[in-house]
């Protein structure tokens, strides 16, 4: 089974260290950092731990941007800033980010959502900015593990508009925002980081 699945809580929390190990080379330059569907914060925390340099913005979707408040709230969080509420859709902060990041999120928003995100991910980035992805994926010219194929299946049976997504769709996406893929790493439990630049 993939790492992410519907109402796991303990997912961020457990695959926390293996993301960062992966993404932590590609950010040590970057400065800030906005995360879509940041969740109760458990990477934005960490990456304070492993990335004290970077500036990490938490977002989450309107509907869910009241748990992440109370997440900070309840650790007693200083060093973050406030989170935003984020529709990806619609504006985004008029901000520019050296990295743009979710984990688990390209699957469960619709088609124009992850649309919007890579538009406005291209939008928002630095030069050579980077937008990192985690999560399952559909690679071309592979099936999908078990896991991976069960899970796609109950989110479209959820909701027809959820499901895992193409990597050459997604490349596609990119490409019109004028960035290229430039990793994708194998990840534990059939996942995937996927990071690409803007040029």
């Avoid at 650790?75 to 743009?100: K, M």
């Avoid at 649309?115 to 291209?122: D, H, N």
């Avoid at 109950?154 to 499901?163: F, I, S, Y």
């Amino acid at each position: 089974m993939s790492g992410a699945r519907i109402g796991d809580e303990s997912a961020a929390e457990r695959n926390k260290k293996p993301i960062f190990d992966a993404l932590a080379p590609w950010l040590r330059q970057a400065k800030s950092l906005l995360e879509v569907g940041a969740g109760d914060a458990t990477h934005a925390l960490y990456a304070g731990e492993r990335l004290p340099q970077l500036a990490w913005q938490t977002s989450e979707a309107p509907a869910h941007h009241r748990r992440l408040v109370a997440a900070l709230a309840d650790r007693h969080e200083t060093r973050l800033a406030p989170p935003l509420a984020l529709d990806v859709r619609h504006a985004w902060p008029d901000v520019t980010y050296d990295a743009v990041y979710g984990a688990n999120v390209a699957h469960i928003m619709d088609w124009a959502a992850v649309e919007a995100l890579f538009a406005g991910a291209a939008s928002h980035l630095s030069t050579a900015g980077l937008l990192c992805l985690y999560g399952p994926f559909k690679r071309p010219g592979e099936n999908l593990a078990p896991g991976n194929r069960e899970f796609d299946a109950a989110l479209r049976a959820r909701d027809p508009a959820m499901g895992l997504r193409a990597v050459d769709a997604l490349d596609a996406l990119a490409t019109s925002g004028h960035m290229r893929r430039v990793a994708d790493i194998a990840m534990p439990s059939n996942n995937r980081l996927l990071i690409w630049q803007r040029d």
